[in-house]
């Protein structure tokens, strides 16, 4: 079924096929019997692909002229895009990589004392902008006090 018209509306908007860990979310609309589409409650790590709308991937694009953060994280960043990031529930995509990172193990340099201080206040900078962006999108979407979800565990 082409669900692309009824999935994303005109809006700044994207959706994920797939996202690990499966977060609560709250429902935005429903697509078919079983099939929903939801604000996560918090960002996945994992993402297989995305259906994003021609505004979306406009803004996307536009503010991604540099990049600074691997991809997925940068799609976690909504309050940079402005594009609002939703999930499948449940997932319509499956990624069989058997729990191994495709990315590999990766060491991480030592870092001075100042370093670590201004990572933690821009650490702590960033997850304020994106709380009060968060709520703004709550608001936009009409679902501030839509009850919270958990996604079904898989038998």
């Given at each position: 079924?082409?669900?692309?018209?009824?999935?994303?509306?005109?809006?700044?908007?994207?959706?994920?096929?797939?996202s690990q860990p499966k977060?609560?979310?709250?429902?935005?609309?429903?697509?078919?019997?079983?099939?929903?589409?939801?604000?996560?409650?918090?960002?996945?790590?994992?993402?297989?692909?995305?259906l994003i709308t021609k505004?979306?991937?406009?803004?996307?694009?536009?503010?991604?002229?540099?990049?600074?953060?691997?991809?997925?994280?940068?799609?976690?960043?909504?309050?940079?895009?402005?594009?609002?990031?939703?999930?499948?529930?449940?997932?319509?995509?499956?990624?069989?990589?058997?729990?191994?990172?495709?990315?590999?193990?990766?060491?991480?340099?030592?870092?001075?004392?100042?370093?670590?201080?201004?990572?933690?206040?821009?650490?702590?900078?960033?997850?304020?902008?994106?709380?009060?962006?968060?709520?703004?999108?709550?608001?936009?979407?009409?679902?501030?006090?839509r009850k919270i979800r958990?996604?079904?565990?898989?038998?």
């Amino acid at each position: 079924r082409d669900w692309s018209s009824d999935v994303c509306s005109s809006d700044l908007m994207a959706a994920r096929l797939i996202s690990q860990p499966k977060p609560s979310f709250r429902t935005w609309r429903t697509l078919c019997a079983g099939t929903v589409l939801g604000l996560p409650t918090h960002n996945g790590n994992l993402t297989v692909g995305y259906l994003i709308t021609k505004e979306g991937a406009r803004s996307l694009l536009r503010n991604s002229e540099t990049f600074w953060c691997p991809v997925d994280d940068y799609m976690n960043l909504a309050y940079v895009h402005s594009c609002v990031m939703l999930n499948f529930v449940p997932e319509i995509a499956e990624h069989r990589d058997g729990g191994v990172s495709l990315i590999g193990r990766r060491e991480k340099p030592s870092v001075g004392l100042s370093t670590k201080v201004v990572r933690e206040v821009l650490r702590a900078w960033r997850n304020l902008r994106m709380k009060a962006y968060s709520w703004c999108v709550l608001i936009r979407l009409g679902l501030c006090f839509r009850k919270i979800r958990r996604v079904p565990k898989q038998a």
